[in-house]
Structure formats: C-alpha cells, structure tokens
C-alpha cells in the first residue's frame, strides 16, 4: 500500500515510528523489520504508517543517514603539534569504530551496506582522508603518496574492518585492540 498522495506528513509521530525501527533493530536484523511488525509494536494502522513513509526502507535509511552523519561528526581535523600525529590518527579512527558499536551491532550491519552503494557517503570519506594525507604530507609526517589510491585503501581497510567486526560480534574491546594492531601497519607504511 502506497500513499496516494506525494505530501508525506512529518511530525512526531514520524519519530515514534523512527525510534520504534531502532529499538526492533535491538533484538532482530533490520532486514527483518516490517511494516506489520512497526504496527504491531505501536499499535498504529496502516494508514497512519504511509501517510509519514512511502515504506519501511525509507525509514530505514533515514536512520542510516543520521548514523553515518554521527560518525562523520565525531572526526576531528585540528591536531595537536605537540602530540604523536599517528597516535591522533589511531584515536580517531578508533572513535569511529566506537560510534559504529553505539549505533546498535545489528542495524550497524545495514548502515555498513548502504554506505557502501552511495556514492556521496563514498566520496566524503575519500575527500576527508585526503584531507589528513594532504596535511600529514605538508608536515612531513608521511611519504609522498598518491593520495587517491591511499585514501581508498584506508577507506576499505575501517570499513572492511568495522564490517567484520560487528558482523562477527566481536566485543568492542575486543575489536579495538584488533583495529589497532592492523591499523598500526598502515600507519607504519606510511611514515616518511
């Protein structure tokens, strides 16, 4: 059932329905989230559901967005001379990693797929790790590299890694301290 019209109403009962899909990711994959089961567990009709979304995916990936816009948020460009850049640079990649457990292991799972079909979420991660080389670069902290294709490499390496890790169910102090020995060898590669 599809709403008939194109206004889509958003008000709060538009978030009930949002936090109601977050908190049923807790105990099942979002995959298996339904419209039925959204119903269910509110108590609402169909209609009140497609009046606010056009279905459960959209709800889906707004909660998506708002998880990869809370990752992007926690990085921070503004180093502090005085400290190990690599250091700095293994905390914040660690942060990442952190906000990905805090966004629920099952629905992380989801958010990792879409991210990796959209293009613009792609394309702001390469541009921000270029950022950092291009910055690491000028100070002398790291070789010359082609920036491109390293940004990719450390782009598929956290994603890859992060993917795996809430797959796997791996504790987060467990995945921390494996993020870190891995990560450690990119870093050591790139030191000038």
């Given at each position: 059932?599809?709403?008939?019209c194109?206004?889509l109403i958003y008000?709060?009962?538009s978030?009930?329905?949002?936090?109601?899909?977050?908190?049923?990711?807790?105990s099942?994959?979002?995959?298996?989230?339904?419209?039925?089961?959204?119903?269910?567990y509110?108590?609402?009709?169909?209609?009140?559901?497609y009046?606010?979304?056009?279905?459960?995916?959209?709800?889906?990936?707004?909660?998506?967005?708002?998880?990869?816009?809370?990752?992007r948020?926690?990085?921070?460009?503004h180093?502090?001379?005085?400290?190990d850049?690599?250091e700095q640079?293994?905390?914040?990649?660690e942060k990442?990693?952190i906000i990905?457990?805090e966004?629920r292991m099952?629905?992380?799972?989801?958010?990792?797929e879409?991210?990796?079909?959209?293009?613009?979420?792609?394309?702001?991660?390469?541009?921000?790790?270029?950022?950092?080389?291009?910055?690491?670069?000028?100070?002398?902290y790291?070789k010359?590299?082609?920036?491109?294709?390293?940004?990719?490499?450390?782009?598929?390496?956290?994603?890859g890694?992060?993917?795996d890790?809430?797959?796997?169910?791996?504790?987060?102090?467990?995945?921390?301290?494996?993020y870190r020995?891995?990560?450690?060898?990119?870093?050591d590669?790139?030191k000038?």
């Amino acid at each position: 059932m599809t709403n008939t019209c194109d206004k889509l109403i958003y008000d709060e009962m538009s978030e009930q329905i949002i936090e109601a899909v977050e908190k049923l990711t807790l105990s099942e994959n979002a995959h298996n989230i339904s419209v039925r089961k959204i119903l269910k567990y509110l108590g609402i009709t169909n209609r009140v559901f497609y009046n606010r979304f056009h279905n459960i995916e959209e709800v889906l990936d707004i909660i998506s967005e708002r998880s990869v816009l809370k990752i992007r948020g926690s990085l921070k460009f503004h180093f502090n001379e005085e400290l190990d850049f690599f250091e700095q640079i293994m905390d914040e990649v660690e942060k990442t990693l952190i906000i990905s457990y805090e966004t629920r292991m099952n629905f992380a799972h989801y958010v990792f797929e879409n991210d990796s079909i959209t293009d613009s979420n792609y394309q702001w991660w390469i541009e921000e790790i270029k950022k950092i080389l291009n910055y690491a670069i000028g100070k002398g902290y790291v070789k010359k590299v082609d920036t491109d294709m390293t940004s990719y490499a450390i782009w598929c390496f956290i994603r890859g890694f992060n993917t795996d890790a809430i797959g796997r169910k791996l504790s987060l102090d467990e995945a921390i301290k494996r993020y870190r020995y891995g990560f450690k060898f990119i870093l050591d590669g790139l030191k000038n």
